[in-house]
């Protein structure tokens, strides 16, 4: 059974579709990555996953269980946690204060959990109590993975998370999804930096004009000339 499958989705915001007729899937344990040109529907199929968007056709299932229409805190108590690209941490609040808020829905003991994401992201801890908004940029990203990680999700959807980072922290970006991965977490990725992302993906899928153009492993798609010419830059 696939953790994640998007069958022949369809919608967008108000009346205006995004989305025509998107299908994908992740196996546990994947990392996954949708890749294509600006405007294509990438982000919008994440939003799509976690209720963020109006799905008008289609199915979104979770485990065998179908999550189509949900509340967004509903799909985060099935197993799935959302990175978004923008606006991702509280910035006015400590590293740890936005931690414990990625924990709102636990009513246990969330101390293992924040010593693994420290383990996971080591500056965290030494600035654990420094507002998150005075970081850098990669350093802030980690806070909203952490943050993420803290419900402890079958599947982390994650959107850009290397956009407007230095390319140092970009490879760290990268490094610390292959470990989280290596946890068991599976992984959904939109990511602009297609080449880099397919290099450590299981699989990935092409999108263009909200429909599904390409899918292969991620070296298949990296070898594949028609991918390269016009979605990865030649």
């Known amino acids: 059974m696939s953790l994640l499958e998007l069958a022949d989705v369809r919608g967008g915001y108000g009346e205006v579709d995004i989305l025509h007729g998107v299908s994908l899937g992740v196996e546990p344990g994947e990392i996954v990555v949708i890749v294509g040109p600006n405007g294509a529907g990438k982000s919008t199929a994440l939003k799509a996953v976690f ?3 109006q799905i008008r056709a289609g199915r979104v299932l979770f485990a065998g269980r179908d999550l ?7 799909i985060v108590k099935a197993g799935i946690s959302f990175v978004p690209q923008t606006e991702n941490v509280f910035p006015t609040l400590t590293v740890e204060e936005n931690l414990d808020m990625g924990a709102y829905l636990r009513d246990d003991d969330i101390r293992p959990q924040k010593d693994r994401v420290f383990e996971l992201f080591p500056p965290l801890r030494e600035k654990r109590r420094q507002a998150a908004g005075t970081l850098s940029g990669g ?13 402890d999700p079958k599947l982390l959807l ?3 998370p290397t956009a407007g980072l230095s390319p140092i922290f970009m ?3 990268f490094d610390i999804l292959k470990t989280i991965n290596k946890t068991g977490v599976a992984i959904l990725m939109v990511e602009q930096n297609a080449k880099q992302a397919l290099a450590i993906a299981d699989r990935g899928y092409v999108l263009a004009t909200g429909q599904n153009r390409h899918t292969g492993t991620g070296r298949e798609l990296l ?4 991918v390269a010419e016009m979605f990865l830059g030649g």
């Open 51 to 53: 209720g963020l968007v």
């Open 68 to 74: 189509t229409g949900q509340r967004p805190d509903q």
């Open 139 to 151: 350093q802030r990203q980690m806070v909203a993975m952490g943050r993420a990680l803290m419900l």
């Open 158 to 160: 994650v959107d850009e």
């Open 171 to 173: 490879d760290q970006i």
């Open 223 to 226: 070898d594949d000339p028609a």
